[in-house]
């Protein structure tokens, strides 16, 4: 194979591309099997984000990478690196306030006056990525929790991408990530560093004793988790997938759901037109009929 050097001066061995055809059996699968739109458009894409696996096995071409993707052996070692590169993964702390709103000024003071038998105040974040969504939630819910000192809750974070689940489970972010979070909520939930130069804080114990976090393909046909919820987020997720995907989704999640439940969707996202059990309360806000 040709050696060109690159600008940094090192050597770089890989100048081939991603062909069309190969590009369609990564498409087709990654669709079928994740339910992620993956048009021609997004051929360049996929071609860069693979780059960097293809270096790091010390591949030769696109092709060589695609054998072994395909391969038993590549099925069971590398597909999780594969979808750690190919999911898209952008989140925010308090992303879509409206939602954290909405939970706190109307949904927690209802799930208060319902008589409960202490069950514990159930949330499912679908595609939580690497943990912001949530820790927000787990910030509203502990807020609520100190002004009702009987409130119990459980949280569940679900991603197919188990990059993002570990940098979920470590709770560490740069500080500039936490610029939505309100002052007082930042002060209360979240430890800076004792090393002045160290630019990450920490999300405090208390936002992550109450959360679970797994992987689930919400394309699976039977879902592992068995439990019911009283709110569900699946927001800037349904988004990569088709219409008809979209609907086979929100039907399972919404078995999950307990009669009443909220379920929120991004603002970039709508339930128009399909058949599902929820009545719409709000531009992205749902109750489960
Ligand atoms: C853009 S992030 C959204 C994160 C968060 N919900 C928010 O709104 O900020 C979308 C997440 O959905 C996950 N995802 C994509 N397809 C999925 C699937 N089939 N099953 C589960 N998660 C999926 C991706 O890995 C990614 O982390």
């Known amino acids: 194979m040709e050696?060109?050097?690159?600008?940094?001066?090192?050597?770089?061995?890989?100048?081939?591309?991603?062909?069309?055809?190969?590009f369609q059996v990564f498409s087709r699968f990654i669709y079928s099997e994740y339910g992620i739109k993956m048009p021609p458009i997004k051929r360049i894409m996929l071609q860069g984000r693979l780059l960097k696996r293809i270096r790091e096995l010390n591949m030769g071409s696109y092709s060589e990478y695609k054998e072994y993707f395909?391969?038993?052996?590549?099925?069971?070692k590398e597909l999780l690196q594969f979808?750690?590169?190919v999911t898209t993964n952008k989140t925010d702390f308090f992303r879509e306030p409206v939602h954290f709103n909405f939970l706190n000024d109307t949904v927690l003071p209802a799930f208060r006056s319902q008589s409960t038998n202490g069950q514990p105040f159930k949330v499912w974040s679908a595609g939580c990525s690497s943990g912001e969504e949530p820790y927000t939630i787990s910030v509203v819910?502990?807020?609520f929790e100190r002004l009702n000192p009987n409130f119990k809750f459980d949280i569940l974070g679900s991603d197919i991408s188990t990059q993002m689940l570990e940098k979920a489970a470590k709770g560490v972010y740069q500080a500039n990530k936490l610029v939505t979070v309100p002052m007082e909520l930042k002060k209360?939930?979240?430890?800076k560093s004792k090393d002045p130069h160290n630019q990450t804080v920490r999300v405090h114990p208390l936002l992550q004793k109450n959360i679970r976090l797994t992987y689930l393909n919400l394309m699976d046909n039977l879902y592992s988790i068995k439990e019911t919820f009283d709110v569900v987020f699946c927001r800037n997720v349904?988004?990569?997938f088709d219409r008809q995907t979209q609907e086979?989704?929100?039907?399972?999640?919404?078995?999950?759901?307990?009669?009443?439940?909220y379920f929120f969707i991004g603002h970039s996202e709508s339930l128009s037109g399909m058949n599902v059990p929820l009545e719409h309360i709000?531009?992205?806000?749902?109750?489960?009929?």
């Open 3 to 22: 050696k060109t050097v690159n600008t940094s001066g090192s050597f770089d061995c890989f100048k081939a591309e991603l062909s069309e055809s190969d």
């Open 70 to 76: 395909f391969s038993k052996e590549g099925q069971d």
């Open 83 to 85: 979808l750690n590169v």
């Open 141 to 143: 819910l502990n807020e």
């Open 188 to 191: 209360r939930y979240f430890l």
């Open 238 to 240: 349904l988004i990569y």
């Open 248 to 261: 086979r989704v929100i039907n399972k999640l919404c078995l999950q759901l307990k009669p009443g439940g």
């Open 282 to 289: 709000k531009p992205t806000i749902f109750k489960k009929l």
